[in-house]
């Protein structure tokens, strides 16, 4: 039962939304080292670096003006590098090449750094490792990643532990020949014959569906492209597949297909024609229903099919009505719907599949003011509910035979917790994923009957990483409304606020989207050096529920900055740290945030740190060809109504950019990112060069290579990116 905010955005697609949390988290996860004051010194400026040779007078490069301009309502608007989004135009990738090489140029003094961090962050990976293996009818499927290899591979045996494995797919066979690899849909027909899986080989986030039969390792030569969503039907040989458009990327058409036929020939379902609505397809986990959603940021509307008859036409479960969104799944007779209705947080109903008509809906779990209810797992004989209360996840367990519900108890007070692989539709255990800042991911299954939760896995940090050695803290910031904004603060135990520390923040605050106190092994190595790590818990994300959502979008989007300001101001004034050791990093629509913040209060913070950033607001949302602006009129607004305008205008990173000083930054992107068009970044960057009126430096990397939203694949890969980044924040922090 998903929500739309987790399945078009700038942030991400439904496949990879939990990919896009780690990539924009991960940023934070490269351990601190000493710079030697040399190499500070150099990176204090944008003049002479040295290291191995010296290079004099290094110079950023001044990207040409070219007159353009448009009039919106009435006001002419200027874009002296509006001729950067001519993508594979010699010129532009000639000033992109001489961006890089600037950039490569001021950061090689930290080059022997750069492979110490690589070192350091790979040490407490255990390289050889596997995942918990998951029951799926007689199988036992898990992956595994073994050393010296970039990406995973996904196994099977059959019975036991014991039996001999079953390889699925091994993406490291596709990264032999492909420099990115991005794996999309993966689902297996009900018999376990047929694997249908969708690969990414450029980063546009444009997946191709393949089919492979299991039994003899051959892989059909029919290809599907732009496949965001799949699901089989109980026959194995018919799915049903999501095709998005070629320009928009909006996941709008939806097909049936015949495993080993010509997909030219498959019938169109359904064509979701509002432009504001995505669409998606998955299967119940009682396998009896096949259920396509259309949503947009705010309504939706559920169609269902007897998985038993492929044929059928889907038949609508609700009409949709503005402004209400629900989401379904089944067990016997029951649909069970997760609704908005009677309350922004949504409440739970059930309603009958012989007639599932809107008035028939019963209540089983009410509508809570002060907790959100994101998801439902449903199973023969339990649901459980994914409840968000005071910026903290919890799992509460419905059970339908003693009518009681029991929230998972857990041992710490700052956490993120998440449903691990539960395919098993008839059992009366869940297995979950849990982890907090100081605590590695483990792995627990719960018992519904007895009531506790037994260890399954807790991975392993090689290098004698102890929890004990550090502490984790809530605190929270005021906003200029007086709301109370919650900060998860993370420390080596003895850093206390009292003598300001070296600090880096992070923020989000889009979509509804929490962001998550999360463990990292490479961030060891910066809490052991001193560095304070926070996150701040913004209006515009999730973390408390609906509301807090609502208080950071559209006409409300100022709080989101105002409440990052906060948080800063907060931390220096308990004297966490001071302006001269803070450093601010976002991605994405956090990019935009940081943006906006470094526009806003450039004295509050050292240095900045924009990944992929959503950074050019106004003349994104005023393209509607564009990935996923139609679909976010409603998170930012229209700026063809001239209210949303006036008010993006003042906070759009890239229209606000003035003569004055700007503290350090460094902007990173790729030049395949399908949700954040690299010429954002790159025109922010340009223009911010003209303008700024200090000597700070201001650096950009794009990946031209082959990479995506989430920067490049492969795990050695992300590691050196990482190096990267936190060699830029070492000089600036002073460590």
């Not at 905010?5 to 351990?31: D, F, I, K, N, Q």
């Not at 940090?461 to 550090?470: I, K, L, Q, S």
């Not at 950071?552 to 001071?578: C, P, Q, V, Y």
């Amino acid at each position: 039962m998903n929500s739309v905010a987790e399945t078009t955005e700038r942030a991400g697609t439904s496949s990879v939304t939990l990919a896009v949390h780690y990539r924009e988290m991960r940023a934070h996860e490269a351990p601190l080292l000493l710079l030697p004051s040399s190499i500070m010194s150099c990176m204090a400026t944008t003049g002479a670096t040295s290291g191995g040779g010296a290079q004099a007078d290094v110079q950023p490069p001044m990207a040409r003006q070219e007159a353009w301009a448009e009039t919106v309502h009435g006001q002419q608007r200027s874009d002296e590098y509006h001729w950067l989004r001519r993508k594979d135009a010699p010129e532009v990738l000639s000033y992109l090449r001489d961006e890089n090489t600037y950039t490569e140029a001021v950061m090689k003094p930290t080059a022997p750094l750069q492979g110490r961090l690589y070192d350091e962050m790979l040490g407490r990976i255990k390289e050889d490792d596997s995942s918990v293996p998951a029951q799926r009818g007689p199988w036992l499927y898990y992956s595994r990643m073994e050393k010296g290899k970039q990406y995973a591979i996904h196994c099977r045996k059959r019975g036991s532990l014991a039996a001999t494995e079953e390889v699925l797919l091994d993406l490291n066979e596709i990264g032999a020949a492909a420099k990115y690899v991005g794996l999309g849909v993966f689902e297996l027909s009900d018999d376990g014959r047929t694997l249908a899986f969708g690969l990414d080989t450029t980063g546009f986030r444009q997946y191709t569906l393949a089919f492979k039969d299991l039994a003899t390792g051959a892989v059909a030569a029919e290809r599907i492209p732009r496949v965001t969503s799949a699901a089989f039907a109980r026959d194995g040989k018919t799915i049903f597949y999501v095709v998005e458009d070629e320009t928009t990327k909006r996941p709008q058409r939806l097909y049936r297909h015949t495993v080993g036929t010509d997909a030219a020939g498959d019938a169109l379902l359904y064509d979701e024609t509002d432009e504001m609505f995505s669409l998606w397809v998955e299967r119940s986990r009682s396998r009896d229903f096949v259920f396509v959603t259309s949503a947009s940021k705010t309504t939706s509307e559920v169609r269902f099919l007897n998985s038993d008859r492929p044929g059928d036409s889907f038949s609508v479960m609700a009409p949709r009505e503005h402004d209400h969104e629900y989401y379904a799944d089944h067990r016997g007779d029951s649909f069970v719907i997760r609704t908005n209705s009677g309350g922004r947080n949504f409440r739970v109903c059930t309603a009958l599949v012989a007639n599932p008509i809107r008035s028939g809906w019963r209540e089983i779990v009410p509508h809570r003011e002060h907790v959100m209810i994101e998801n439902v797992d449903t199973f023969a004989t339990f649901i459980v509910l994914h409840e968000r209360e005071d910026a903290l996840p919890h799992l509460s367990v419905h059970d339908d035979r003693t009518k009681k519900t029991t929230r998972i108890p857990l041992p710490e007070a700052i956490y993120t917790l998440a449903p691990d692989e539960n395919h098993e539709f008839v059992t009366r255990s869940f297995r979950y994923s849990y982890n907090s800042p100081v605590t590695p991911r483990t792995v627990y299954d719960f018992d519904v009957d007895g009531g506790g939760s037994a260890l399954l896995k807790r991975w392993e940090v090689p290098g004698g990483y102890d929890p004990a050695n550090y502490h984790v803290v809530r605190e929270h910031a005021i906003a200029s409304d007086g709301t109370r904004i919650p900060l998860s603060i993370v420390a080596r135990k003895g850093v206390e606020p009292g003598t300001p520390h070296p600090l880096l923040l992070y923020g989000y605050g889009s979509y509804g989207m929490a962001m998550p106190a999360s463990f990292s092994s490479n961030r060891v190595s910066l809490l052991d050096r001193g560095v304070v790590f926070v996150i701040a818990h913004i209006r515009g994300g999730g973390d408390l529920g609906k509301r807090w959502h609502d208080e950071g979008r559209m006409m409300n989007k100022m709080n989101s900055f105002t409440d990052f300001i906060a948080a800063g101001e907060h931390l220096i004034s308990r004297r966490w740290t001071a302006p001269d050791r803070l450093v601010i990093q976002g991605g994405s629509a956090g990019g935009l945030l940081v943006g906006a913040v470094v526009n806003l209060r450039p004295d509050l913070m050292k240095a900045a740190v924009l990944q992929v950033p959503f950074v050019d607001v106004i003349n994104t949302m005023l393209d509607e060809s564009l990935p996923l602006t139609v679909g976010e009129f409603e998170e930012w607004g229209n700026p063809k109504a001239k209210p949303a305008y006036d008010y993006m205008m003042r906070y759009s990173p890239y229209d606000n950019i003035e003569h004055k000083r700007y503290p350090s930054i460094l902007v990173k992107t790729s030049y395949n990112d399908s949700q954040v068009m690299y010429w954002e970044p790159a025109k922010y960057v340009a223009r911010m060069r003209a303008r700024k009126t200090d000597v700070n430096p201001l650096l950009f990397k794009i990946n031209l290579e082959p990479a995506g939203h989430g920067g490049q694949s492969g795990r050695y890969n992300q590691l050196r990116e990482l190096a990267f980044e936190y060699a830029f924040i070492l000089g600036q922090l002073g460590r």
